[in-house]
C-alpha cells in the first residue's frame, strides 16, 4: 500500500528539502473537537514516518477551514513516506477523511527555495 506519488512539472533532486505539505480541509464547525481528535492520530503517524514538524491551523475568517502541515527534511524522504503507508495509516484516513465537506481535502507540496 502506497499513497501516488506528488505531481510535479520537473524532476526534483531527491536531496533537495526541507518539504513542506499542506493538507486543507473543509468541515462543519460543529464537529470540530471530534475532526481534532481524528487528526492527532495523523499526527502521531506522519511523525513516526519521517515528519519533524507538525501542526494544525484553522482559518478564523472562514469557520471549518483546517490546514494541516507537516515538514520532512528531503523530496526523497517525503517520497519514502508515500510508501510508508501502513493498513492502520488508511483507517485514521478514513477516520479523518469522514468529517470532509465536498471534494477530498487538497495537497500541496512546497520545498525550500533556499535550501539545498
Do not use: K
Given at each position: 500500500m502506497h499513497w501516488p506519488n506528488p505531481v510535479t512539472t520537473h524532476a526534483i533532486e531527491g536531496d533537495r528539502g526541507p518539504v513542506l505539505v499542506m493538507v486543507e480541509y473543509h468541515i462543519d464547525p460543529n464537529n470540530r473537537i471530534a475532526f481534532l481528535h481524528a487528526l492527532g492520530?495523523?499526527?502521531?503517524?506522519?511523525?513516526?514516518?519521517?515528519?519533524?514538524?507538525?501542526?494544525?491551523?484553522?482559518?478564523?475568517?472562514?469557520?471549518?477551514?483546517?490546514?494541516?502541515?507537516?515538514?520532512?527534511?528531503?523530496?526523497?524522504?517525503?517520497?519514502?513516506?508515500?510508501?510508508?503507508?501502513t493498513k492502520a495509516d488508511r483507517i485514521s484516513e478514513v477516520a479523518v477523511r469522514r468529517f470532509q465537506i465536498g471534494d477530498a481535502p487538497k495537497t500541496t507540496h512546497l520545498i525550500s527555495a533556499q535550501g539545498n
Open positions: 492520530q495523523n499526527s502521531r503517524e506522519r511523525r513516526r514516518d519521517g515528519a519533524y514538524d507538525w501542526g494544525i491551523f484553522e482559518d478564523p475568517a472562514d469557520d471549518g477551514r483546517f490546514i494541516e502541515t507537516f515538514l520532512t527534511g528531503s523530496w526523497l524522504e517525503h517520497l519514502r513516506l508515500h510508501r510508508r503507508v
